[in-house]
């Protein structure tokens, strides 16, 4: 069965510094990765997604994410983090891969200090 | 506006009680889901409705019950449950097609529920 592991629990970063989020999945194939972000107090919602095509995938709010395949990773990044990036991310992947519902991670809590 | 709307957000229950929880989206989607999600644990996924009918499972206690009377609402009925089912339960839809799942889910803001 697929899996997902998010190696970061709690991010602690001050405003300007880079952030990079560990994601990575288990099953080998085709693949659909996804991140979503839960603001707090909010629903969560859709941060980005990759299909297929260029590995690099740019979302909203400048945040991108890369697909290594040969890592089984999809890390998170952004260059410079806001006080409004603080949220929980979470990592998410289909169950067969491609197709099927959506396993997450265990989500990672970034906390941006102004 | 999420376009998933829950109700209650709120609810306490003791282990006696029966209870349901309501979710309707207002996305047109022809797929919802309901998640749980406990402090410290991954979302995990409890049912899937495609096309009103369920084919998803996840292992689920009977406990809880779902029910999808149409496309757009779904309901989480609860009866007898444990302190330890105390969590936030989260619905949410997307809209599939014959070419598989886009993957993208549209949430609720869910419903925190405590059980004593």
């Known amino acids: 069965a697929q899996s997902v592991s998010q190696h970061n629990h709690h991010v602690i970063l001050s405003e300007a510094a880079s952030l990079e989020l560990g994601c990575n999945y288990s099953?080998?194939?085709?693949?659909?990765l996804f991140w979503y972000v839960q603001y707090p107090g909010q629903h969560l919602q859709l941060l980005l997604k990759?299909?297929?095509?260029?590995?690099l995938v740019k979302g909203i709010k400048g945040f991108e994410a890369e697909f290594i395949k040969s890592k089984f990773s999809f890390n998170l990044r952004k260059p410079s983090v806001q006080w409004s990036d603080t949220a929980e991310y979470f990592c998410?992947?289909?169950?067969?891969?491609?197709?099927?519902?959506?396993?997450f991670g265990k989500g990672t809590k970034l906390s941006v200090k102004p | 506006e999420t376009g998933v709307t829950q109700t209650p957000r709120h609810l306490v229950m003791g282990m006696t009680n029966k209870k349901s929880l309501k979710c309707e989206q207002h996305?047109?989607?022809?797929?919802m889901y309901w998640y749980k999600q406990s402090a410290k644990k991954p979302l995990e996924l409890m049912f899937v409705?495609?096309?009103?009918?369920?084919?998803e499972n996840n292992s689920v206690p009977s406990r809880f019950s779902p029910e999808c009377p149409n496309s757009s609402h779904l309901f989480l009925h609860l009866h007898t449950l444990q302190p330890e089912d105390s969590a936030l339960y989260l619905c949410?839809?997307?809209?599939?097609?014959?070419?598989?799942?886009?993957?993208?889910?549209?949430f609720g803001e869910g419903s925190r529920l405590t059980v004593l």
């Open positions: 949410a839809s997307s809209q599939e097609s014959s070419g598989g799942p886009t993957g993208e889910l549209f």
């Open positions: 099953y080998g194939g085709t693949v659909n």
């Open positions: 409705y495609n096309f009103k009918e369920q084919t």
């Open positions: 996305l047109g989607h022809n797929a």
């Open positions: 998410a992947v289909p169950q067969g891969g491609s197709q099927g519902n959506l396993i």
């Open positions: 990759y299909f297929s095509g260029d590995p």
